[in-house]
């Protein structure tokens, strides 16, 4: 769904409220103003599409935490938190790239966890 918008008229709160159930289904797109505007481009549902792939990595990088390296769920989740990966994702899509496996030796290396990493790979 598309909303005409003349940037010389108010936008009222009343316009996003009318179309609010078509702005959570289909996401809002903002284009750029002809007249020199500054305005970007905006896609919720490209937002809620990364929300979605960061969440998905995260469970991810958790099991091989788990899996791989014996931790907790807890531990997993606060090593998670800890290194800044959500952060990170957002900043560097490349880090999509990386496997959770990847991921997660760079977390331990990050938290300094060299007992958890001289245990997977020397034991």
């Known amino acids: 769904m598309y909303i ?4 010389n008229l108010p936008l009222y709160h009343g316009t996003i409220d ?7 289904t289909h996401g809002v797109r903002i284009f750029p103003r002809k007249k020199g ?8 549902n490209n937002i809620t599409k990364l929300r979605n792939e960061i969440n998905l990595m995260v ?4 099991n091989e935490l788990i899996s791989e390296f014996g931790k907790s769920e807890a531990e997993a989740m606060k090593l ?9 994702l957002i900043k560097d899509k490349q880090g ?3 496997s959770p496996y990847t991921w997660a030796i760079s977390i331990l290396t990050d938290q300094n966890d060299y007992e958890t990493l001289e245990k997977h790979f020397y034991h």
């Open 59 to 62: 469970h991810h990088i958790s």
């Open 80 to 88: 998670i938190k800890d290194s800044n990966v959500e952060e990170s």
């Open 18 to 24: 009318l179309y609010s159930d078509s702005i959570k």
């Open 37 to 44: 505007g500054g305005d970007k481009m905006l896609n919720t």
């Open 96 to 98: 999509f790239h990386e």
């Open 4 to 7: 005409n918008y003349d940037a």
